[in-house]
């Protein structure tokens, strides 16, 4: 394994200027995500207008896997439908779990974290933010806060 | 731009030892190892591994049962075994001396056993803030069951036990002091004799963590008069899944036996039991015998080399390795205390521990990052983790360097060079 497969430029520029961090203006379905593993605790924040994801945001601490998958997850996924959002949770899955994975052309800058699956002990980092995405999707009263 | 290790006498005998840990000549990534996570598990030396084998191949059956020749190896090798456990820590009797699966296992063999009959709402059990999560939850579940208060004593910013503090929380409702003789996540060693000085002054019996310090210390439970001592195995050079209780007698007799079973009764009626002696009454069926032989030749195996020499040679390592890391840039050692084991617990700026364990780890390091099972601690010192190098003998200042230039590569990988 390289580690600059792992750390490819695009993760370290998303860990070092995370994209969409801090919680939005407007009320937000929201949800923790938590590796006790390893301590990372992310908060995403999701503005769902009809089925079209209009703002992604998220805040917390972690490594800069999981702060650069979280930041890539909320530029992909905002202006996306939830059917859209729901399918490149997928694919997203697929590339970090599947060694033969191909890594299709709708995931654009997504794509960059391939490189994670060379390192099984790191999957968990890039795949919180997109499991507390699911926990907040499935919240169906908005506003709604798990503090 | 490193210096460059300068080997002294002292290194050149303790590379020696290192010959004895066959999984040390391996590589990882291509690179040498350099096992750097002692303070999690340390590495066994061949005389360990052989012990555990000739133990399995020519002695093994069950203990304290059979009369068949087996049984009575079995049975003499694992009580010679707890003979050896007594020597090591100068134990009066070898009813002192508890086999368990480990420390954690052994102090909830004290909070179940030996606090919970005892504790009254409104008592208290003293720990500190800088205790494993293993010297924390075994107390908040006896407080919890029985109305008793969890109370901890705080630390200095250095990491140290604030020792003052400690005194004003020692009150006529302490029923047990339980503290940690080293801190696993920064290495501090506690003041321990004046504990145990300051806690029996109001009569309260005193339980030591010694998973950090058996490693790094020659013991002694006489001199130090603390009440129980609980270690393991496998952080002394042994195997995992065994463990250590040491109890002073009067103690142990008094406890009820926590875990029924074969093995802790002399004979069993429906309607009644009567509870083997000490040390069987808390040894509920049967024992790990292999890891108790694996344990008695880590002892061995250790006392051999000499504990003092070692910790004078771990104490070197320390020093250097607190020097070349203190020069990078960014980077904050956690746990600053002068008196501490061979560990190095640190942040670097812009690069999580954990960043920092994988990219160590593609060099062939390996590091602990993490919160090391001590949340509390990182709370206090405002970090969620920290990445932590821990040292035992058989390690190099030649591996100290790799660490340090590692750690400014990664630096530098993430700072976009």
Redo the contacts between chains.
Sequence with gaps: ?D?KD??RDVI?DH??HPRNFGPPARPARSARGHNP?????LTVYAVIDGDIVRELRFDG?????SVASASLMTEALTGKTVAEANRLFGLVHDLLTRADAPAPPELGKLAALSGVRG?P??VK?ASLCWHTLQAALAQSAEPVSTE | MSAAARPDTADLEFARYRADFPILAQRIHGRPLAYLDNAASSQRPRAVLDAERRYAEEMHANVHRGVHTLSQRATDAFEGARERVRLFLNARSTREIIFTRGTTEAINLVAQSYARPRLQPGDEILISWLEHHANIVPWQMVTAATGARLVVAPITRRGELDLDGFRDLLSDRTRLVALAHVSNALGTVLPVREIVELAHARGVPVLLDGAQAVPHFALDVRALDCDFYAFSGHKLYGPTGIGVLYGRESLLEAMPPWQGGGDMILSVSFGSTTYNTLPFKFEAGTPHIGGAVGLAAAIDYVEAIGLRRIAAFEHELLGYATERLDRIEGLRIVGTAPAKASLVSFTLEGVHPHDLGTILDQDGIAIRTGHHCAMPVMEFFGVPATARASFAFYNTRAEIDRLADSVGAARALFRGR
């Design positions: 394994m580690l792992l750390y370290l860990n070092r593993l390893c301590g990372d605790q601490t972690g490594c800069a896997i390192f002990s790191r980092c």
